[in-house]
């Protein structure tokens, strides 16, 4: 059997679900698998955190938010 190791970044899709107070945030591999869901406030620091952390799993490909006419929207397209 052989093992091949990538090192390269592999794209990720972001979903986020928008809050009045927090941000609930899931990270997706290339194949629609969850990698991890993390929370950030809903801030300007906490949109801008959330950016980071998930740029931190590679390209991101695609991201999506929830509840877009509630202001969710607005505040991904502003930061």
Known sequence: MT???VDAARPVTGGVD???DLNVAAALDGIGGLLVVAEFPATLAGHRELLGWLTGFGLVA???VDR???GGRVRAIRN
């Open 3 to 5: 093992v091949t190791i």
């Open 68 to 70: 877009p006419n509630r």
């Open 62 to 64: 695609r991201a999506g």
């Open 18 to 20: 928008t809050h009045l």
